[in-house]
């Protein structure tokens, strides 16, 4: 009998709201086919498949990929958020803005952050990364419609997480496995003893994930890399996917055989088609070598064989499919609006299946744990942390890029390892953990970066993303702009985040364009940011005025508390 | 979805503000906070829906670093929460200026300005929040007016998602959602289309839902909307079709009008309205209604129609071109769009007369023919629009005052050949259960409805039953709303009804899916059915209907594994000649599957009209008394006499309205009493009813407005409004709900019942009834149906029938547990073959008409097209066309067509469908300046004497100008 309740206390009522299968991949077809999406299609569609023309005004109205007016024959767009605002992208976007201005071939905007913080000021012509110096040849190219095909080229680095000498050693762990010479729990009891967290900024102890999704009795279940990082100065996943596309299939397939999943899914977001292309390339080789199929060889059983799917889903944009809960509901279909939570993902995720989902980071690291062991992971770690961590590094920088290091290394460490502060300024400020943390004084440059001491910091380990800020820059302008970026990447589903972001975000830029410091800012602000913090559904509402207000008190405004 | 229910039979214990509470496991907090009595704020929730947590108003501490949502967040063994610290409080109103930064002002917000609950701003009283200035405002989302009944003001919505989980969860009409992303977003229609243009069906249900001056209402005909507590409220009944929601008006007094209505809790309807419930009530305070009774001027006969329409000269060929206008309405003789009778050209043939004058009238000229004739030459129209009182007394006035069973309603027109069939397979013509027991059902079949139209509140109850898992199968050879929420969809072609059942049980009973325990202890006759559709294997069932065989199987299997069954059926079953069988197939479906008297199972016949089940079960049809009795029985007779103190009832079956229209042409019936119905537009090949009534003798006509019938009356009289007379109403669902006066009738126009009664007594009947409160207490007396219920304990909801205790109890959703209403208390299976319908296509006629209603229209239009808001939405006459065939003509949307069948010919624009099948074509048929039943046949069910609607023999022209 059916039944009127929710089924699972916590469920929304979006849950199972759109019977049927995703309509984002045919929407993805008519944009591949005709290159936008006219009404007649639109409606087309709706006939065909019996579903309303609103589910699908609502999915090309959020997600940016989708567009309903013809594209021009180039699409220029230049990033404005943290990272390469430190790298003069104002006046890039201005120059760009001018010069273009009047060109009926190119349609120019600024652009949320797009993961190549490294060389930024960063810009996408016609969906492919390029540097600013290259832009032109690519725009010129593009005018004639041509694209180029780019494939991400492996910095040929050897990253000390990877324990394979050669590439005929790659997937040791996950054959041991199948062989039934190492059992799948073995390996989360090994994760759990590690103490390895979540790489992608909450650092949910990986081992405890595992166990916990492998402890559901519903099935199917699935898994989940995310592969979605977006956050401005976060790009440590991208170079990890060039770089290391085995060592992250490896930790996902042995995610799925711990847990019992046969479904996985690489959800990368659609700036990264080099990097996709790298890891679709991988799926392949994995799929002719028999370690992907619908039935793989087992050592146990009855010899059938077990079946191990990973398929790559494409993000169609937008920072917040980075939210666990929104990138299942981006997977089925929906609006990439974050979840109520409880439930998790682990317990009511993809189709309401209990889902591991892990980082690109974190999946990265479970062969070499698997293979080395715990103690030599946690041997790895600087001081009292564990393991090895990436951080991608950026802003006034002289060497910008990925860097592996020991947890627990200084910021100081790192800072020196990228060559320090650029032009040999000194340091003015640090995020340590991407944009949603909060920002650190040039008198906190010793601390540790690791979960505990950057939280008593009061700041966060995040994302793996060390912003520099020189001396002399405007940190509220700086603070600002992050703010900017979580107004402009909000879904809008919940009230704190959708408006206060929005009225917080015009407060400050009316108290910037009008001369004003941090000294004066609307202690309105300091109360945005607490009901923000505390009633946002997500992380992007409850941090997004967080750096702003860590601003404030480190440049020691007068606060109410 | 494989989905781990909760344990329900489980409950958690928790602790909130101090109190420890004791909730079922997986109760919300805010509901174990709401049955504790503490009060916690929302905008976003309402119970009615689930829940969304987007407003983030109800907020409780739970001891994490952030809040959690109330209204989302389930109740946890040991929790302990805080609902309002000085800090959740803050937060609130926080959020509560944050919403308040860009709302229109208080002094010219919709709501606030209206009716005056704007729920935001009550919170904003709550906080002592003035308002709007404590953050930059960003005011100019814009505003949507399109829509002839509904407001939008962007910025007043606070996208709550209400609205959003209204028009899809609750409504299925999957209209509404949000567009755009973070502060940008809004609520948009379809494709972000203006809300009139999109496929919003204006049931008004996001306007009930929404608490700020985002959706409000319109105010109709400048009644200014306004708080309820300035406004008299009437509860009562919907007067439109059978699923009987209950609603309240909120009368004006000053202004003696109607300013809205809204959904009225029930335990059928459950506060839903469709748009004719919300928005369709003015027709009574129309200009032309009746308010003196009407006499014909001498010089006015011989009789004859009185307007230049309804003689028929519009739909000669050689009249077509003068005068027409691409809308397909004629400007001659400056008739008013919208194509009612013309008062101007019909009015000057009566006269003025006094009621008493006027009745003594109709007396003397019915006993006169009554005397001359004897009882066959009179015989009277009841409707199924007016009350079970008006219906009672009316065809008590028939036989006792006429001695004659020749009174009938549109029942006939309707399901009398699903009645039928269902009286001969299980002794009861009334549902067996309820449409909301459809939520109980593992599957449900919808066959020959279009639901969403014609019965759409309940058709709301059928979408979401699948979204809550029922599996819907949709057989109709149109694929309108409901083959968008169908699971299976079957596109049969018309009249293979027959056909594709016996398909279907041919493969339950080769797979052996029947109920071998239900068929031997609680069915007759099974052997013969199984013979019979053993000639239908699904091959032969797909030559004939069109559907292919591997869906025939599908379907089979998917009903014949269902533990709980459900069939609903519409006027695509029984308008059929071969309406009585298609019935008997759904009967037998059921019965062989042990699919009757268990909850979730059984068949339900979605009656049409408001009243139909009501009229029927009052006796106003040719073949029954009161609780159909058999009218020829002697034993039911002799009771009668009895019971009405009378000598001399018919001892014969009377005529039905088919058969009375044929019976006059022929000077058998010369004199006929109409309450309320319109055969002229109702009854099939008009021109044959034309001549009909031109051929009485006497015709008296009681109604609101001058109809077509009405033209050939000799006297009119002024009658009242649905809505300005108590009475009971019994719906769908065998529920008797009371309605209520809500305006005052206008002129002399008098209470229906009152004019029969009049009538009685010049006839000599004697009658002395104070109201309906007596008649309903006679009539239960003679209806053992009916039994217990009395105006006393309907109660604001109604009660179903039969009930043994309607003092605490609703009544009997589920019949026929232990056995069936027959003599021997079991079903009887009855065989059909498949025939074909008497007019098929031809070289000359190549199309199959169809005809229907549309969703914001009522039969023949005398209420609805009077109707600002629902002529606003449909004004015109549309004959809807497959893509491929109006291709074919080169017909596109809007052009005007000629469509001809062998009885007529008649005009009006086409409507390219992809909702038509090719070689169909649909004619709603309440235009009469494109009357559909110009062109349909009079042939009628053997049985059920119902005429064949759904089926006749057409050409489509195109008409250029």
New interface residues.
């Given amino acids: 009998m059916p039944d009127l309740a929710p089924r699972v206390p916590g469920v929304e009522a979006r849950a199972g709201k759109f019977p049927g299968p995703s309509l984002i991949p045919a929407l993805h077809a008519i944009t591949e086919r005709v290159g936008w999406l006219p009404r007649e299609e639109l409606v087309a569609l709706s006939r065909e498949v019996h579903r309303p023309l609103y589910e699908i005004e609502g999915l090309i109205s959020f997600y940016p990929h989708f567009r309903t007016t013809p594209p021009e024959r180039v699409t220029l767009r230049v990033c404005h958020d943290l990272s390469c605002w430190l790298r003069g992208a104002e006046d890039r976007i201005a120059e760009a803005r001018q010069r273009y201005a009047r060109d009926p071939d190119i349609e120019f905007t600024e652009c949320s952050c797009l993961g190549r913080c490294d060389t930024g000021p960063s810009v996408t012509v016609n969906q492919t990364p390029v540097t600013l110096a290259r832009a032109d040849t690519l725009i010129a190219a593009a005018r004639n419609g041509s694209a180029p095909d780019v494939v991400a080229v492996p910095s040929a680095r050897r990253w000390p997480n990877d324990p394979y000498a050669s590439a005929a050693e790659h997937y040791g762990v996950l054959r041991d496995v199948l062989s039934g010479a190492l059992p799948p729990g073995q390996v989360t009891a090994v994760l759990a003893e590690s103490g390895l967290r979540g790489m992608g900024g909450a650092g949910f102890p990986t081992g405890r994930k595992w166990e916990l999704v492998a402890a559901q009795v519903a099935t199917p279940k699935y898994a989940i890399c995310n592969a979605d990082e977006s956050e401005p100065g976060t790009f440590k996943d991208r170079q990890i996917l060039a770089d290391q596309p085995h060592l992250v299939l490896e930790g996902m397939l042995l995610g799925m055989l711990a847990t019992g999943a046969e479904e996985g899914w690489v959800f990368i977001r659609h700036e990264y088609g080099p990097e996709e292309a790298v890891v679709r390339r991988e799926i392949e080789h994995l799929r002719e070598t028999g370690l992907l199929g619908p039935a793989v060889p087992t050592g146990r059983g009855n010899g059938a064989g077990r079946r191990l799917s990973v398929e790559v889903f494409t993000s169609p944009g937008g920072y917040i499919l980075g939210e666990e809960s929104a990138l299942i509901e981006c997977i089925e279909g929906h609006r990439g609006e974050p979840r109520n939570k409880p439930p998790f993902p682990g317990v009511y995720g993809l189709h309401g299946q209990p889902t591991l989902m892990n980082s690109v980071e974190t999946l990265a690291h479970v062969p070499v744990i698997a293979r080395r062991g715990a103690a030599w992971w946690k041997e790895q770690g600087a001081g009292e942390s564990a393991g090895l961590k990436f951080f991608a590094v950026s802003g006034h920088v002289e060497r910008p890029g990925v860097y592996c290091v020991p947890m627990g290394t200084t910021a100081r460490q790192l800072l020196d390892l990228a060559g320090g502060v650029l032009d040999g300024r000194r340091p003015g400020a640090i995020q340590p953990g991407g944009a949603s943390s909060n920002f650190l004084g040039p008198g906190q440059l010793d601390v540790p970066l690791d979960f505990g001491s950057l939280r008593e910091a009061g700041s966060m380990l995040g994302s793996g993303a060390l912003v520099v800020m020189a001396e002399g820059t405007d940190l509220l302008a700086a603070a600002t702009n992050v703010l900017r970026f979580f107004r402009d990447e909000s879904c809008g589903k919940c009230v704190p985040c959708r408006v206060g972001s929005t009225k917080a975000h015009q407060i400050l830029a009316d108290h910037l364009a009008a001369g004003g410091g941090p000294d004066d800012v609307d202690a309105r602000i300091t109360e945005l940011e607490q009901v923000m913090r505390r009633t946002s559904i997500c992380g992007l509402g409850q941090v997004a005025l967080g750096p702003v207000a860590s601003v404030l008190r480190l440049t020691g405004s007068p606060d109410p508390d | ?6 344990d ?1 039979t489980g409950t958690v214990t928790l602790t909130i503000d101090g109190r420890e509470v004791t909730a079922t ?4 907090i805010w509901a174990a906070a709401k049955a504790a009595g503490i009060d916690i704020p929302v905008l976003c929730h309402d119970e009615r ?8 108003m109800c ?1 409780v501490d739970v001891g994490a ?5 109330a209204c ?4 946890e063994s040991g929790m302990q929460v805080q609902t309002a610290t000085p ?1 959740i409080e ?2 609130r109103a ?2 509560t200026e ?2 308040l ?1 860009d709302q229109p002002d208080r002094e010219h917000d919709p709501k606030q300005a209206t009716t005056g609950d704007n729920e935001l701003l009550a919170l904003a009283d709550r906080f002592g929040l003035t308002h709007n200035d ?3 405002r ?1 005011r100019g989302r814009g505003t949507d007016f399109s829509s002839p009944v509904i407001a939008v003001d962007h910025d007043a919505c ?2 709550c ?1 209400r609205c959003v ?1 209204a028009c ?2 609750i409504q299925g009409n ?12 809004r609520i ?5 289309d203006p809300m009139g243009a ?2 919003c069906v204006s049931c008004g249900e996001c306007v009930a839902a929404c608490p700020t001056g985002a959706l409000t209402n319109k105010p109709l005909h400048d009644v200014p909307i306004r708080p309820r507590t300035d406004l008299d409220a009437v509860d009562t009944v919907c007067p439109y079709c059978g699923v009987g929601c209950a609603l309240t008006y909120y009368v004006d007094r000053d202004r003696g009008a109607i300013s809205f209505a809204e959904g009225r809790e029930q335990p059928g309807s459950h506060g839903r309205l469709c748009v004719k419930g919300r928005y369709g009530w003015d027709y009574a305070a129309s200009a032309q209604r009746l308010t003196r009774p009407l006499i014909r001027r001498e010089e006015s006969y011989p009789k004859g129609a009185l307007s230049a329409d309804v003689r028929g000269e519009l739909a000669q060929p050689d009249h077509q071109e003068e005068g027409r206008t691409k809308q397909g309405r004629s400007g001659k003789r400056g008739r008013k769009p919208g194509g009612l009778v013309d008062y101007a050209e019909v009015m000057p043939h009566f006269r003025e007369a006094s009621w008493d004058e006027a009745l003594d009238l109709v007396a003397r000229r019915l006993t006169e023919i009554h005397a001359a004739g004897g009882p066959a030459a009179i015989a009277g129209f009841g409707s199924a629009k007016c009350s079970n009182e008006e219906a009672y007394l009316f065809q008590k006035l028939i036989r006792t005052g006429f001695h004659t069973n020749n009174v009938d309603h549109c029942t006939r027109l309707c399901h009398a050949s699903s009645v039928a069939a269902l009286f001969e397979g299980i002794g009861s013509g009334a549902v067996s259960t309820t449409y909301g027991d459809v ?2 059902a ?1 599957v449900a079949i919808v066959t020959g409805s279009n639901s969403t139209a014609n019965h759409p509140v309940a058709s709301t109850f059928f979408k979401q ?1 699948r ?4 599996t819907v199968i949709y057989v109709d050879p149109r694929a309108d709303k409901m ?3 169908a699971d299976i969809y079957c596109q049969l072609k018309p009249g293979t009804d027959v056909a594709f059942y016996n398909g279907v049980m041919h493969e339950i009973i080769r797979l052996d899916l029947v109920d071998h325990d239900y068929i031997t202890r609680r069915t007759t006759n099974f052997e013969a059915l199984a013979q019979t559709v053993r000639d239908y294997p699904p091959e032969r069932a797909e030559q004939i209907s069109g559907v292919p065989a591997e869906v025939i199987r599908r379907v089979a299997r998917v009903w014949g594994e269902a ?2 069954g459900v069939i609903f059926w519409g006027m695509g079953i029984s308008q059929h000649t071969t309406g009585t069988d298609n019935a008997r197939c759904l009967i037998a479906l059921c019965a062989i599957t042990g699919n009757i008297g268990r ?2 199972s059984g068949l339900h016949p979605l009656r049409g009209q408001n009243n139909v089940q009501g009229a029927s079960d009052m006796g106003l049809i040719p073949m029954f008394y009161p609780d159909y009795a058999k009218a020829d029985d002697p034993g039911v007779k002799a009771r009668f006499e009895q019971a009405w103190g009378t000598p001399d009832l018919d001892p014969k079956r009377g005529l039905t309205v088919t058969e009375i229209i044929g019976s006059a042409l022929k000077g058998g019936v010369r004199g006929m009493y109409m309450l309320g119905e319109n055969p002229f537009l109702s009854d099939p090949n008009i021109n044959k009813v034309r001549k009909a009534l031109a051929a009485l003798e006497f015709l008296v006509v009681q109604d609101i407005f001058l109809t077509e019938t009405a033209e050939f009356a000799d006297v009119i009289l002024p009658a009242s409004s649905y809505l300005e007379k108590d009475g009971t109403y019994t719906n769908t669902d065998r529920r008797v709900q009371l309605g209520h006066k809500v305006l005052d009738s206008p002129g002399e126009a008098r209470l229906d019942w009152r004019v029969v009664q009049d009538l009685a007594n010049r006839i000599g009947l004697g009658w002395d009834y104070a109201s309906p409160r007596e008649i309903f207490t006679e009539m239960v007396s003679v209806i053992p149906s009916y039994a217990n219920l009395s105006y006393d304990n309907l109660g604001p909801g109604g009660k179903l029938y039969p009930n043994p205790d309607p003092e605490h109890s609703d009544g009997t959703v589920v019949m026929f547990g232990e056995r069936f209403n027959t003599d021997d208390g079991l079903a009887h299976l009855v065989p059909a073959e498949w025939l074909p319908a008497k007019e098929l296509p031809s070289a000359e006629y190549p199309f199959v008409l169809n005809t229907g209603r549309m969703l914001e229209h009522w039969h023949t239009g005398s209420m609805t097209r009077r109707s600002y808001a629902l002529d606003a939405i449909a004004p015109k006459a549309l004959v809807f066309v497959h893509p491929d065939d109006a291709a074919e003509f080169g017909l596109a949307d809007g052009d005007l067509a000629r469509v001809s069948s062998r009885r007529g010919t008649i005009e009006l624009e086409v409507s390219v469908s ?1 909702r038509e099948a090719r070689g169909n074509c649909f004619i709603p048929f309440h235009f009469r300046e494109a009357a559909a039943n110009l062109l349909t046949i009079d042939e009628i069910d053997p049985v059920g004497k119902i005429p064949e609607f759904k089926f006749c023999a057409v050409r489509i022209e195109a008409v250029h100008a």
């Fill in positions: 979805m494989a989905i781990t229910a909760p329900r496991e997986g109760s919300t829906y689930d829940p969304v947590g987007v407003c983030r907020v670093p952030a809040f959690a949502a989302v967040r389930a109740c800090e803050r937060s926080v959020l944050m919403l930064a404590a953050l930059p960003a606070i996208l998602d989980r899809d969860d999957d209209v509404i959602g949000r567009s755009g992303k973070g502060y940008a977003t948009a229609f379809d494709l972000s999109s496929s939520i109980n593992d039953a979204r809550r898992g029922t083959a968008d929420h533990g709980a909850p979730g992809h």
